[in-house]
């Protein structure tokens, strides 16, 4: 949720996360590429910049396209999709390298030409700064409308 409120998403989203969920990433992602490659002596230090690379990219706040390159790579309009508000694109673009997994489980959505939509989260309230730090269960007391934050 932290992620996704940002209503600017650009480069620097890529690192804004809640501060639970790093512990999760590293148990989940984090260590098992670093045993796929081998352990943390044997993983290049090319895979770490790449992977850095790639969120920055896909975040990065710019209306440009990359052409044919646009149905198969995650560019930055494909990923704005994800971070969406309009109902349409709700649960859609989860892929973080290719849209291969987007096409697979039906949550492939390519941008149309022209199509940059609002992004953060709808209905929020006032639910902004410190307590959207505050852990899962802590965040649904600030409810104003009876309904807690939601993702869209």
């Known amino acids: 949720m932290v992620h996704h409120s940002d209503v600017n998403v650009c480069a620097a989203s890529v690192g ?32 770490a910049a790449f992977i850095v690379l790639n969120g920055i990219l896909m975040h990065w706040n710019v209306a440009i396209r990359f052409g044919p390159l646009e149905r198969c790579i995650i560019t930055p309009a494909y990923h704005r999709i994800h971070h969406s508000i309009e109902a349409r694109h709700y649960d859609k673009n989860f892929g973080v390298f290719t849209q291969l ?12 030409p022209g199509e940059y939509p609002e992004t953060g989260i709808t209905r929020l309230s006032g639910l902004r700064g ?18 807690g934050p939601k993702k869209h």
């Not at 790093?22 to 290049?44: K, N």
């Not at 802590?138 to 409308?145: N, S, Y």
């Open 16 to 47: 804004r996360h809640h501060w639970l969920e790093e512990g999760f990433r590293f148990f989940i992602i984090t260590a098992p590429l670093i045993m796929l490659m081998g352990g943390a002596q044997g993983s290049p230090p090319w895979v």
């Open 101 to 112: 997994w987007d096409r697979v489980f039906g949550t492939r959505h390519v941008p149309a």
């Open 130 to 147: 410190w307590a959207l730090l505050a852990p899962w269960p802590l965040i649904w007391l600030d409810r104003t409308d009876g309904s």
